[in-house]
């Protein structure tokens, strides 16, 4: 299978799952660790204009928009899933969101800030820098972008390449895709019965950069970092829009 196919693949089942666990979403992946995310949101709050709009990108349902409103921000979320943004609709009615892949933004200085929490890790090596800069070209002049970036050890990604091409995948370096065509079809199996928060994961596409990688594709796209660093499996990045 040609590489661009199977990617759309991966990202249709992505889709699908986010959609398939919606309804768990704030019983059982809602309340994971993120200590450290509340703590670099505060930075990234510190260093927001006063009352200026938010986008939230790759929202699922809302966890950390919450924190936006409270400080007093007007939210536009993205996501692709229906059921997210449903579920996102429902506890944060106050907030707007719209159907929308971050892969097809196309906002032009139209928020003061951005952020981007656990979801970049399901965007493709192709697509991540082409990411970073519509978050760039989203941001108003001086807007401020937090993201994270998932973490796995160098030897896991190691294996997980070499699984990939033992079952024929078209892999790159980073990506863990392995185990996402088995654990998708038990999803399936299960109907409407809960999701394990272990089988989910398995059962979506992750990519993860290596930080230089990450570092060079910041500037890039245009972005300069302000703060940085590593806590509840994610690297955080809060960054600026570098003045023209």
């Given at each position: 299978?040609?590489?661009?196919?199977?990617?759309?693949?991966?990202?249709?089942?992505?889709?699908?799952?986010?959609?398939?666990?919606?309804?768990?979403?704030?019983?059982?992946?809602?309340?994971?660790?993120?200590?450290?995310?509340?703590?670099?949101?505060?930075?990234?709050?510190?260093?927001?204009?006063?009352?200026?709009?938010?986008?939230?990108?790759?929202?699922?349902?809302?966890?950390?928009?919450?924190?936006?409103?409270?400080?007093d921000h007007p939210v536009v979320g993205i996501d692709q899933s229906t059921g997210m943004l449903a579920r996102a609709r429902e506890r944060l009615?106050?907030?707007?969101?719209?159907?929308?892949?971050?892969?097809?933004?196309?906002?032009?200085?139209?928020?003061d800030g951005v952020i981007c929490v656990d979801a970049l890790e399901h965007v493709s090596p192709e697509d991540y820098p082409r990411t970073l800069?519509?978050?760039?070209?989203?941001?108003?002049?001086?807007?401020?972008?937090?993201?994270?970036?998932?973490?796995?050890?160098?030897?896991?990604?190691?294996?997980?390449?070499?699984?990939?091409?033992?079952?024929?995948?078209?892999?790159?370096?980073?990506?863990?895709?392995?185990?996402?065509?088995?654990?998708?079809?038990?999803?399936?199996?299960?109907?409407?019965?809960?999701?394990?928060?272990?089988?989910?994961?398995?059962?979506?596409?992750?990519?993860?950069?290596?930080?230089?990688?990450?570092?060079?594709?910041?500037?890039?796209?245009?972005?300069?970092?302000?703060?940085?660093?590593?806590?509840?499996?994610?690297?955080?990045?809060?960054?600026?829009?570098?003045q023209e």
């Open positions: 299978m040609e590489r661009a196919d199977w990617l759309k693949q991966m990202r249709t089942k992505a889709e699908d799952l986010y959609d398939r666990i919606s309804p768990q979403y704030w019983v059982t992946f809602g309340l994971g660790e993120n200590e450290t995310h509340r703590a670099y949101l505060q930075k990234f709050l510190g260093r927001v204009a006063p009352g200026g709009t938010v986008l939230s990108v790759g929202c699922g349902a809302g966890r950390y928009d919450g924190l936006l409103l409270e400080a009615p106050q907030a707007r969101y719209e159907k929308m892949g971050m892969q097809e933004m196309a906002f032009r200085e139209a928020f800069r519509k978050f760039q070209e989203a941001l108003r002049p001086g807007g401020v972008l937090y993201f994270t970036m998932g973490l796995a050890e160098p030897g896991e990604l190691e294996q997980a390449y070499r699984r990939g091409q033992a079952q024929g995948m078209p892999v790159v370096f980073g990506e863990v895709v392995d185990q996402v065509d088995a654990a998708y079809e038990r999803v399936q199996a299960l109907g409407q019965a809960p999701v394990p928060g272990d089988l989910a994961d398995s059962a979506v596409y992750h990519f993860y950069p290596a930080l230089q990688q990450a570092h060079e594709w910041i500037d890039r796209a245009g972005l300069v970092i302000e703060e940085e660093g590593a806590g509840s499996g994610y690297h955080h990045f809060v960054a600026r829009k570098k």
